[in-house]
């Protein structure tokens, strides 16, 4: 004899599933009316007398304590994994798929093999869960469920314990035996016999194709994968899982290049894989896309990734001044310094030019060791803009720095990188960042 029990698994949550405790209280309401007033009830769904009525309440009506805790022992096992990435409205589009499906697979093999069982009531919200487990079949391949077993033979063999599987064998393993058990069943029937069981394993079957077919569909997959390494809670295991993250990446990329989040997550699967060059493209476009879209922490982020690939050269000039500006915001003084620094010294004369003088001198004067960057911010801020709205600033920040008030711009000389050869701007390797 074999029983197993599942308790949990090994794919952290970061959202509380309130749907799903919502439905779960919801089926245990029901029971417990079912207890108080057994007759009150329909029986369930008959699909040789079809009703809407009669199939929506049927989902929430059970045989008994044990079909209920089951039940509901695999919805919240599988359905807190769903509405925590793809959110409550697309988990009950699913459950109320899968039961859809359920309905419809049992329909069908009655109608085909065994006419007799479409006059017998169904119960259960066990289609519905079906159809959550397919999604998760396919979404969740790196997740293993913790599953409680118990093996015992007469009294020579006997054996429990926990063990770890992964979530598509351990799914795909309840959906086979579910088959054949349908299979065997319908045989059965088909012969004039009684199913013994007095389970519709065809509804179980035919609500887990209907989430499988949903999650293929509508690529939940790559939504997943996108997730996982957009938070960052759960990189790839290894450069292979990487690699193959990253191929399914650049297909979802490729299929909606506006997406700033499946760029982010690219540029992850690629960095994580050791394609560190092959990175920086694709943090350069999540950082275009978040500042577009005004995502100031996400564009931070997609920056210090770019930053650790070296490529921050890369970044346009129009997108440096918003960045600087949310960078300091966010404490990354350094970082803020250097795009603001090169905003002013691009070239040209304009207001943003200006702002930008004034911001990276007062950043450097605050910084330890930048004290020769802040007189060049506010030399430059003299020169080319003498009458600007920041000269007295300027000049009393000199006076403070010990420098002349109108000193000229320093030197003409400048290194490849645009900062003033004598200026001491220093690389961001050499300070640290």
Request: net charge negative; aromatic share 12%.
């Amino acid at each position: 004899m074999f029983f197993f029990l599942p308790l949990g698994t090994t794919r952290p949550r970061w959202r509380t599933p309130y749907l799903t405790y919502a439905i779960i209280l919801a089926n245990m309401a029901v029971f417990a009316y079912q207890l108080y007033q057994p007759d009150a009830l329909p029986p369930g769904y008959v699909p040789a007398h079809p009703s809407l009525a009669a199939w929506f309440l049927a989902m929430f009506i059970h045989a008994g304590f044990m079909h209920l805790a089951m039940n509901m022992v695999f919805f919240w096992l599988f359905a807190t994994l769903t509405e925590d990435i793809f959110g409550p409205w697309l988990m009950l589009g699913v459950y109320v798929a899968g039961n859809i499906g359920a309905t419809l697979g049992h329909s069908l093999m009655g109608v085909l093999f065994a006419p007799a069982s479409l006059g017998v009531p169904v119960v259960g919200a066990s289609g519905a869960i079906a159809g959550i487990m397919g999604l998760s079949a396919v979404c969740f391949l790196r997740t293993r469920v913790r599953v409680w077993y118990l093996i015992w033979w007469l009294i020579i063999y006997f054996k429990m314990g926990v063990i770890e599987i992964a979530a598509p064998v351990f799914l795909g393993l309840w959906v086979g035996w579910e088959a054949v058990q349908g299979l065997l069943s319908t045989a059965v029937q088909s012969s004039g016999g009684v199913s013994g069981a007095g389970v519709a394993h065809w509804a179980h079957v035919g609500g887990f194709l209907v989430g499988m077919g949903l999650a293929i569909g509508l690529k939940l997959r790559q939504r997943v994968v996108r997730t996982d390494l957009t938070e960052e809670e759960r990189p790839p295991e290894g450069a292979y899982e990487a690699y193959a993250y990253a191929a399914e990446l650049e297909r979802a990329t490729r299929e909606s290049p506006e997406d700033p989040e499946g760029w982010y997550a690219l540029a992850r699967a690629r960095e994580l894989s050791g394609k560190t060059e092959m990175a920086a493209p694709a943090y350069l476009r999540a950082l275009g896309l978040y500042s577009r879209q005004h995502k100031e922490d996400e564009a931070v982020r997609s920056y210090l990734g770019l930053k650790k690939s070296g490529s921050i050269a890369s970044i346009p000039a129009d997108l440096r001044f918003p960045l600087a500006c949310a960078l300091e915001e966010r404490d990354h003084k350094e970082d803020a310094f250097r795009l603001f620094w090169d905003v002013g010294h691009e070239g040209g004369q304009s207001q943003q030019g200006e702002t930008a003088l004034i911001r990276a001198g007062e950043i450097a004067r605050a910084l330890p060791g930048y004290e020769q960057q802040a007189r060049e911010c506010y030399r430059k801020l003299l020169t080319d803009y003498a009458y600007g709205p920041w000269r007295s600033l300027a000049m009393e920040r000199l006076q403070e720095l010990g420098a002349a008030g109108m000193e000229p711009a320093a030197t003409s000389e400048t290194q490849p990188d645009g900062a003033p050869a004598d200026s001491g701007l220093r690389s961001l390797d050499e300070t640290g960042r």
